[in-house]
């Protein structure tokens, strides 16, 4: 009886321990793919901003990010910040990579690169020549570009035990081949999302 006894208690021990294994682990350790949306351009400059990252291993992911602005005119009402100027773009597809310091999963302090492939309207200033050929003056034009533009960052990613997660970042990049699109982009982030 006692050899049976302590049989069943071993085999129960070795149970609970290996099932409490499997439980220690959150869905932010396990799960791989990540999607975000950025609310401050929603409510501030009427643009949908949202992300698509998928965790390669602890230290690397790879995204995409789609960037469309709905409004081409958001500063009807004279306010003193210039929020049309913010943005040139109106459609922007951002491919990136992060590299994430650390020994947790695809959290805290990361650098990232990117390439932006967008299109939009920049305010620029043209000369303005007589019938002479002589310089009369200058005059604010808006022109439509295409562009593509390379670029750099730096953020933080910090995720729940439930998987919900805030990625502040901020990266600066130039583009690459047009004239007529702003030469300096800046890309700030703020992303509050799910990984799954």
Do not use: C, W
């Not at 698509?52 to 469309?68: A, K």
């Not at 958001?74 to 597809?93: M, S």
């Not at 034009?141 to 953020?155: C, H, W, Y």
């Amino acid at each position: 009886m006692r050899l049976l006894l302590i049989t069943i208690i071993t085999l129960l021990t070795s149970y609970i321990s290996f099932s409490q294994d499997t439980t220690n682990k959150f869905p932010r350790d396990i799960n791989k793919n990540e999607i975000g949306i950025n609310p401050i351009n929603i409510i501030a400059f009427a643009a949908l901003d949202v992300s698509y990252e998928r965790v390669l291993t602890s230290n690397n992911s790879i995204g995409v990010d789609l960037f469309y602005r709905f409004s081409e005119d958001i500063d009807n009402d004279g306010d003193i910040v210039d929020r049309d100027g913010i943005f040139d773009k109106k459609l922007a597809i951002t491919g990136h990579y992060k590299y994430f310091f650390g020994s947790r999963v695809a959290r805290g302090f990361y650098l990232e690169g990117f390439g932006m492939l967008s299109t939009g309207d920049s305010d620029n200033t043209v000369r303005v020549l007589n019938t002479d050929g002589e310089l009369t003056g200058f005059r604010d034009i808006s022109e439509d570009f295409t562009d593509f533009a390379l670029g750099f960052g730096v953020g933080g990613k910090f995720v729940t035990k439930n998987g919900f997660f805030l990625d502040i970042g901020f990266g600066i990049g130039r583009n690459l081949f047009s004239d007529k699109s702003p030469e300096i982009i800046v890309r700030p982030n703020l992303y509050l999302g799910y990984r799954f």
